[in-house]
């Protein structure tokens, strides 16, 4: 799957956590769950250190499962701590953030799957219904075919952004 898609869910997690808040909350917050949709797929780095795709700290490996999202939910109770923000809202949207990597990978209609149940199980997992195409990586991106795949995303994805990037009013002050 391209980034895209990843992106607009980040922002919707974002902007729902952020609600009618100033804009440089929600721009913080847009960014963080952004940046926690597309953590799983730091695991190309696979690729430059000749690790298998098949392997399971390959692609869509250890890095696309529900224990490495919870893990990173753990990790971003701290930084919400750290930042004033509702520790718990954060931690259980940050699952649903890096969670939802490893899912909608698992729609795409190639690849290997990936391994949403690891490290119980290395099997790779696709979906029953594969209703994404799947992205080149790298280059292939800039081909024909990652033009396909970004449009496609861009609608499937509609209504994320639509959530993330509406304009809101914001609550009026009580004195």
Not at 27 to 32: E, N
Not at 51 to 62: E, L, M, V
Not at 118 to 126: H, N, T, V
């Amino acid at each position: 799957m391209a980034s895209i898609g990843h992106v607009a869910v980040g922002m919707a997690l974002g902007r729902y956590e952020a609600g009618a808040s100033s804009l440089g909350r929600v721009a913080f917050s847009m960014g963080l769950f952004s940046a926690l949709a597309l953590l799983p797929d730091a695991d190309v780095l696979a690729f430059v250190y000749r690790i298998p795709y098949s392997a399971p700290w390959g692609h869509r490996g250890a890095t696309h499962s529900l224990a490495f999202a919870a893990l990173m939910a753990l990790g971003t109770l701290g930084l919400a701590r750290r930042v004033r923000l509702p520790p718990w809202r954060v931690g259980l949207l940050a699952l649903l953030a890096v969670g939802s990597h490893g899912l909608l990978d698992a729609l795409t209609d190639g690849g290997l799957g990936a391994a949403l149940l690891w490290p119980f199980s290395d099997e790779r997992l696709f979906a029953p219904v594969r209703p994404l195409p799947v992205a080149p990586i790298g280059a292939g991106m800039l081909s024909h075919r990652g033009l396909y795949v970004v449009a496609v995303e861009f609608v499937a994805f509609l209504p994320c952004w639509a959530f993330a990037l509406w304009p809101r009013r914001r609550a009026a002050l009580e004195p």
